[in-house]
């Protein structure tokens, strides 16, 4: 009779085991960021119920000195980088950066605006033929994959880039450049374990179809180790039809903590204040082609796949704007960001820069709106809960900031540039 008892007996030991070493790796709270934070009524529901939202921030102030250089002093509230969150869109930033890094080792004749095919060679692939449609925005190239992945957050966008780098030599990569908690091994499909360690071949043509070059598919021999161990969350999830009550197992999941996301965006946008090391190598056309498709939306993008009313003004920029479709556009405020929505996970990590006040700064949002505690049932307070608070939170601290006193007034030019 004991014998069925131990696989929940396990599972349980394992959430506890987990719930530990989460609470013994949280950052210290910063005491201004506490004390702003109990300054608006309306984020106190999630602010008084930190187990259920299981709220993160980084809020980081930017200080100019007198050459414009910029220095950076983050605060932080319930950081916990052993807290497991799915990062669901958040990894596109990476793979955006890492993919624009690797045209860099191809032939000079190939760059982000060369048409790529996609074969099949496993499992789980599908196919993207070549094609030169008139259209340049509509072509199969590794810039408009990006361009989709950081205007509406693109799927299938996102399993062509992972495809073309390969599991392995994404993982590496993010390993060298600092990032050991992160852990990228999934494409946004019904992919297995195994699949996803099978990545496509792919090729890049002329617009006339020629071969420029080839890349057989890629096999990673072993998936990445889980950096948290095993991960468990939620009382039940859904599977097809039914309900299955026990938590929803994330071990084999994306992984990308919070600090790491802020330092890929901060990265992206300060890459000259990241120690050289640290930093992927792109040059200064890549990180001002990331820098406009950070900030713009999809109507301001004018890339003509987006002309579609339901890809409104203040799209995917929650922090500040919530979800809303009247929302107009703060005037001299420009957000550059990367968004994450999935099993009840919300984040938003952002770069504020306001011509208006002339003021600057980072802040790194997370939280779990889920209330019945079910993962993949499709009932998650995203418009309730989670999108207003993100929309207020932005706005406190844009409000802090255009009061905040600096010795020297930033040069936000090569924020509001246009790119050419």
């Given at each position: ?8 007996l ?6 506890i ?7 013994t ?11 702003l934070?109990?300054?608006?009524p309306?984020?106190a ?22 050459q414009?250089?910029?220095h ?9 980088p ?16 890492l ?7 191809l032939?000079t ?13 496993w499992?789980?692939?599908?196919p ?6 008139a259209?340049?925005?509509?072509q ?6 990006i361009?989709?992945m ?12 992972y495809?073309?780098l ?7 990569r ?7 908690g992160s852990?990228?091994v999934?494409?946004?499909?019904p ?10 071949p ?8 020629d ?16 950096p948290?161990g095993p ?11 039914h309900?299955?009550?026990r938590?929803?197992?994330f ?5 990308l ?6 330092a ?8 000259e204040?990241?120690?050289?090391t ?12 990331l820098?406009?498709?950070l900030?713009?939306?999809?109507h ?7 002309t579609?009313p ?11 704007y919530?979800?809303?479709p ?7 405020l420009?957000?550059f ?10 984040a ?8 208006l ?6 802040l ?41 006193p600096?010795r ?6 090569p ?6």
């Amino acid at each position: 009779m004991p014998t069925p008892m131990k696989p929940i007996l396990v599972l349980l030991a394992l959430i506890i085991i987990t719930r530990v070493q989460a609470q013994t790796a949280q950052y210290p709270d910063s005491p201004l960021l506490d004390s702003l934070l109990r300054t608006s009524p309306a984020l106190a529901k999630v602010l008084s119920h930190p187990s259920t939202y299981q709220l993160q921030l980084i809020y980081t102030q930017i200080n100019r000195d007198a050459q414009n250089v910029p220095h950076f002093t983050q605060h932080t509230y319930h950081l916990n980088p052993r807290q497991y969150f799915n990062p669901a869109s958040l990894v596109k930033l990476p793979v955006a950066l890492l993919a624009l890094e690797k045209l860099h080792t191809l032939p000079t004749t190939i760059n982000r605006n060369t048409i790529l095919s996609t074969g099949t060679a496993w499992r789980c692939q599908t196919p993207v033929p070549f094609a030169a449609p008139a259209d340049s925005n509509r072509q199969a190239t590794v810039g408009n994959y990006i361009k989709r992945m950081l205007l509406v957050s693109d799927n299938l966008a996102y399993n062509r880039l992972y495809e073309f780098l390969g599991q392995k030599q994404l993982n590496d990569r993010l390993q060298q450049l600092g990032y050991s908690g992160s852990r990228i091994v999934r494409r946004f499909a019904p992919c297995d374990t195994a699949a996803n360690r099978h990545t496509n071949p792919v090729a890049f043509h002329t617009p006339t179809g020629d071969t420029l070059y080839t890349q057989p598919a890629q096999t990673n021999p072993r998936t990445p180790a889980p950096p948290l161990g095993p991960i468990y969350a939620g009382r039940a999830y859904k599977a097809g039809d039914h309900i299955i009550h026990r938590p929803y197992e994330f071990t084999t999941a994306n992984n990308l903590p919070l600090p790491d996301i802020t330092a890929l965006l901060q990265t992206a946008l300060f890459s000259e204040a990241t120690p050289a090391t640290q930093r992927p190598h792109l040059t200064p056309v890549d990180y001002a082609f990331l820098r406009q498709y950070l900030h713009l939306t999809p109507h301001a993008s004018q890339f003509t796949p987006y002309t579609s009313p339901k890809y409104f003004d203040a799209y995917k920029k929650y922090l500040y704007y919530g979800r809303r479709p009247e929302a107009q556009p703060q005037a001299g405020l420009r957000i550059f960001n990367i968004v994450g929505m999935s099993h009840g996970y919300l984040a938003d990590v952002a770069y504020f820069a306001d011509s208006l006040h002339q003021s600057e700064f980072l802040l790194s949002a997370v939280l779990y709106v889920n209330q019945d505690g079910i993962i993949n049932d499709a009932t998650y307070e995203y418009d309730t809960i989670g999108e207003p608070f993100l929309a207020q939170l932005g706005q406190l601290f844009y409000q802090y900031e255009a009061r905040r006193p600096r010795r020297y007034q930033p040069d936000l030019t090569p924020f509001f540039e246009k790119y050419p």
